[in-house]
T-cell receptor
Framework: DVKVTQSSRYLVKRTGEKVFLECVQDMDHENMFWYRQDPGLGLRLIYF???????EKGDIPEGYSVSREKKERFSLILESASTNQTSMYLCASSLGLAGTKTQYFGPGTRLLVL | GDSVTQMEGPVTLSEEAFLTINCTYT??????LFWYVQYPGEGLQLLLK?????DKGSNKGFEATYRKETTSFHLEKGSVQVSDSAVYFCALGVDSGAGSYQLTFGKGTKLSVIP
């Protein structure tokens, strides 16, 4: 079975802290994605990666960075957390270099920044 | 740019009622269309998809038909159950060259089914 795991289900951090969110997939997928989900706004793409060490900005990259050192792992980094980054963060992966491919999602990390 | 508009919720239905969640889209190229479902406390999972005009996707009693003439992909189920309570997302993906690997999502429709 396809599996995408995220390092934490819930996180509480303080303003200004550096935050790492980890995502691992076991399907040998080329593409990996980070979204944030907010009520009334749906899913918004933060960053995606189509290969190791490759990354592309999504719709809302400001305040975030990413790292992909291994094919199976994609990390989202909040360099200096702020309260407006309180959200649900979803990681996803897909096989093949096409926008028509199914994305497989992790369970999400609910982040609260105080 | 590409966009997806789906009916806003929340939608509340009694068990065994008929469900329709409307979804329309605008896209360049020839999109594939998806419905994802998010159960409480979980990530999204694919419910069904259709890759070309007139295709019908179906799964777990849900179905949706890709209508190019009306740019729509409405989700339907004949008889909902309490276990169908979730948030439903319509999405599209387009093959338009390097870097176009993302999906465009609607804002989601929350469905609550009461016994």
């Amino acid at each position: 079975d396809v599996k995408v795991t995220q390092s934490s289900r819930y996180l509480v951090k303080r303003t200004g802290e550096k935050v790492f969110l980890e995502c691992v997939q076991d399907m040998d997928h080329e593409n990996m994605f980070w979204y944030r989900q907010d009520p009334g706004l749906g899913l918004r793409l933060i960053y995606f990666s189509y290969d190791v060490k490759m990354k592309e900005k999504g719709d809302i990259p400001e305040g975030y960075s990413v790292s992909r050192e291994k094919k199976e792992r994609f990390s989202l980094i909040l360099e200096s957390a702020s309260t407006n980054q309180t959200s649900m963060y979803l990681c996803a992966s897909s096989l093949g270099l096409a926008g028509t491919k199914t994305q497989y999602f992790g369970p999400g990390t609910r982040l609260l920044v105080l | 740019g590409d966009s997806v508009t789906q009916m806003e919720g929340p939608v509340t239905l009694s068990e065994e009622a008929f469900l329709t969640i409307n979804c329309t889209y605008t896209a360049t190229g020839y999109p594939s269309l998806f419905w994802y479902v998010q159960y409480p406390g979980e990530g999204l999972q694919l419910l069904l998809k259709a890759t070309k005009a007139d295709d019908k996707g179906s799964n777990k009693g849900f179905e949706a038909t890709y209508r190019k003439e009306t740019t729509s992909f409405h989700l339907e189920k004949g008889s909902v159950q309490v276990s169908d309570s979730a948030v439903y997302f319509c999405a599209l993906g387009v093959d338009s060259g390097a870097g176009s690997y993302q999906l465009t999502f609607g804002k989601g429709t929350k469905l609550s089914v009461i016994p």
